[in-house]
């Protein structure tokens, strides 16, 4: 089982800065993927951005030059620095790790975190 713990958001004025942080622990054999997905209300969820284990980054295409994932792999914990931000970044940020624990690879959720920009 791995176990993901999320911080970092916040209400936050637009053109403001945030930066969310997803620590996995736990039985973790090896992560594969790990990263943010993002979920409005009424939308499908979507990806923001995500590190592969061989260090390759992917973000979306509305995220670009404003977001920069990171991660500290001794600690099994990605960041993510949000700079001017918009009132359409508002969502529940997801924090997701696609890792092998105990036999099974499986992707794991965060509960998220709420991340509102507004006036």
């Known amino acids: 089982q791995v176990q993901l713990v999320e911080s970092g958001g916040g209400l936050v004025q637009p053109g403001g800065s945030l930066r969310l942080s997803c620590a996995a622990s736990?039985?973790?054999?090896?992560?594969?993927?790990m990263g943010w997905y993002r979920q409005a209300p009424g939308k499908q969820r979507e990806l923001v951005a995500t590190f592969t284990s061989g260090g390759t980054t992917n973000y979306a295409d509305s995220v670009k030059g404003r977001f920069t994932i990171s991660r500290d792999n001794a600690k099994n914990t990605v960041f993510l620095q949000m700079n001017s931000l918009k009132p359409e970044d508002t969502a529940v940020y997801l924090c997701m790790c696609n890792a092998r624990s105990l036999g099974t690879t499986y992707n794991y959720w965060g509960q998220g975190t709420q991340v509102t920009v507004s006036s």
């Open positions: 736990g039985s973790i054999f090896r992560i594969n993927a």
